[in-house]
Each structure stands twice: as C-alpha cells, then as structure tokens.
C-alpha cells in the first residue's frame, strides 16, 4: 500500500486553516452577551406588545362607535316607520271624517276597516227623527246642546275620555 501523498495531507490543513481562528469567551462574557440579548429582545417583545395592545384598544373605540351608530340608524328606522304609521292614520281618518286618535293600526288596510266600523256603528246609534210622542205637544228644536257629538260618541265608544 501507499502511503497518502503530500497531495492529500495538505487538504486536511487548508480545512483545518479555513475554520475561523475565533477568539474564545469565558463563561462570565458569554453569560454578559446573552443577557444583553435577552434585554434587547424582552424591550423588543415589550414594545410590540403595547402597541398591539393600543391598536386593540382603538379598534374596540372603534367598535362601540360602531354600535352607536348603529343603535341611532335603528331607532331613526323606528321614528321613521312611526311618523309613516301617523301619517296614514291622518289620511284615512280625514278621507273617512273620523278622529284620527281613535283609530289604531299599521296598516291602510286594518285603519280604513277600523274607520269604516266607527262609522258605521255611530250612523247606526243615531236617533231617528221622530214626530213628539203626544199629540199635540210642543215641538223641540234639534239644537238643545244636549245630544252628544260624532266624535264624542266615537271616544265612547273606544273608551276614550
């Protein structure tokens, strides 16, 4: 056998000459270097972590705006669909000749039939002219301030004071 030619021995040197010629750290310095690694990286990890905190922060400002805003979109629906309700109780009870306040519904539909039966219970509740009930008694005039109103009899008849 051969023995290994100069060729290949100084192979082994050059990777032997290429590794770093480090300096060496006693066990104090690397315990100093990491503490300061560890520092720089715990502030790093602080500093990040407040600012996640801040933007979680804000974003639940942002939301309960959010919510605000739209708690005043429903309740302007509410008012919205109310003064359309009042509305059209308006309308029907000025087409019908019937008090507005005595009529309760959503709809044109349920307001025109309520309308309808108010007028139709106070035409069928009127006095009939009738001729006196003794021969020969003294007339009455019509007017004697006595007889209630359409409108009060309707009140009366919901209940209405």
Do not use: C
């Not at 056998?1 to 290949?8: A, D, I």
């Not at 739209?70 to 309700?85: D, G, I, P, T, W």
């Not at 308006?90 to 039966?117: F, N, R, Y």
């Not at 006196?132 to 309707?154: T, V, W």
């Amino acid at each position: 056998m051969t023995e290994p030619t100069p060729q290949t021995r100084p192979e082994a040197d050059t990777k032997q000459d290429d590794a770093p010629q480090g300096r060496t750290f006693t066990q104090e310095e690397l315990e100093n270097i990491i503490s300061k690694r560890l520092a720089r990286e715990r502030e790093k990890f602080e500093r990040e972590t407040s600012e996640l905190v801040k933007k979680a922060q804000e974003a639940d400002g942002s939301k309960s705006e959010l919510q605000k805003l739209a708690e005043q979109v429903e309740q302007l629906r509410r008012e919205n669909e109310e003064n359309k309700v009042t509305a059209l109780r308006h309308k029907v009870a000025s087409s019908k000749g019937v008090p507005a306040e005595l009529l309760h519904g959503s709809t044109q539909e349920e307001l025109e039939q309520q309308a309808d039966v108010l007028l139709e219970y106070v035409n069928s509740t009127k006095k009939p002219t009738s001729a006196p009930e003794k021969p020969g008694a003294p007339l009455k005039s019509g007017a004697s301030g006595n007889e209630p109103s359409r409108d009060d009899i309707l009140k009366q008849i919901l209940g209405h004071r």
